[in-house]
């Protein structure tokens, strides 16, 4: 639409055949075994898939691609069951974490009702460093006082990389704690230092609890690009260990920041 067309101007196109070859060959090459994105937990009632950044999580316009939109495609094809597919919570674009997929509407209402409820776990990457294994003295939307314990797991001279108990939803709340400790988080907002061109935020655990109160755990590995900043690192190890419960999948850890903001 762009492009001035003069007088005696050759103008060619090339009738869609471009698209249709690309369309045919999408076709031929879909792998029944082979998700778009990697598959973290799988059953009978959701799905659970590791979210890169830089892809958007799901979009209302049917014609952007997203995760999910790749992901309920790439469904659809390798089973019939899969028919009634509904994407669970958002992870912003420049983040990364576990994205969840119900396979039908009551498990895609008892997750996004009882999302508030539970347990994550989160990487944060910040400039900077704080002292190891220790709390973070954050406040809640309504004012109320919380510690959100952390592990320092890595750390290089100039970065450190922390397992954080604490929604990746509210990471807004933990951002004044780690600036009074002079941290920030990388890649979040224009002024903060961005040596992976994305946030250095992931979701990496999960402690579901199911339908009938049955416990589900699922858990992702460290994003590449987080190992790949933080090589050569060591990690710090406390001068007095203040029995804090980091862990996921073991025992609850120390009360967390509660999730005002819905997910939809």
Not at 42 to 47: C, L, P, R, V
Request: with cysteine; aromatic share 6%; hydrophobic share 35%.
């Amino acid at each position: 639409p762009s492009t001035e067309v003069v007088s005696g101007m050759l103008v060619q196109h090339d009738r869609n055949r471009n698209a249709l070859k690309k369309s045919a060959a999408q076709r031929v090459a879909f792998n029944p075994d082979k998700p778009p994105f990697e598959i973290v937990h799988e059953d009978a009632n959701f799905i659970a898939y590791f979210k890169p950044s830089g892809w958007i999580t799901a979009s209302p316009k049917p014609q952007l691609s997203t995760s999910y939109s790749r992901m309920k495609s790439w469904l659809e094809k390798k089973s019939r069951s899969n028919d009634d597919l509904h994407f669970i919570n958002k992870i912003e674009k420049d983040q990364s974490g576990i994205c969840l997929i119900a396979k039908n509407r009551k498990w895609r209402e008892h997750l996004q009702e009882n999302w508030n409820d539970f347990r994550q776990g989160i990487y944060i990457l910040v400039d900077g460093h704080l002292p190891a294994d220790d709390v973070l003295q954050c406040r809640e939307e309504d004012g109320k006082k919380v510690d959100v314990a952390y592990r320092t797991m890595r750390a290089t001279a100039q970065h450190t990389l922390l397992k954080v108990d604490a929604p990746i939803e509210s990471v807004y709340l933990v951002m004044p704690a780690l600036r009074r400790e002079g941290c920030i988080i990388i890649g979040k907002g224009k002024s903060a230092p961005d040596p992976l061109k994305r946030e250095g935020l992931h979701l990496f655990a999960l402690e579901l609890e199911g339908m009938k109160g049955e416990e589900i755990l699922v858990k992702t590995r460290v994003p590449r690009e987080f190992l790949n900043l933080m090589k050569g690192g060591d990690s710090p190890k406390p001068n007095k260990r203040r029995g804090l419960n980091v862990k996921f999948g073991s025992s609850q850890g120390n009360r967390r920041l509660k999730q005002n903001r819905k997910s939809k």
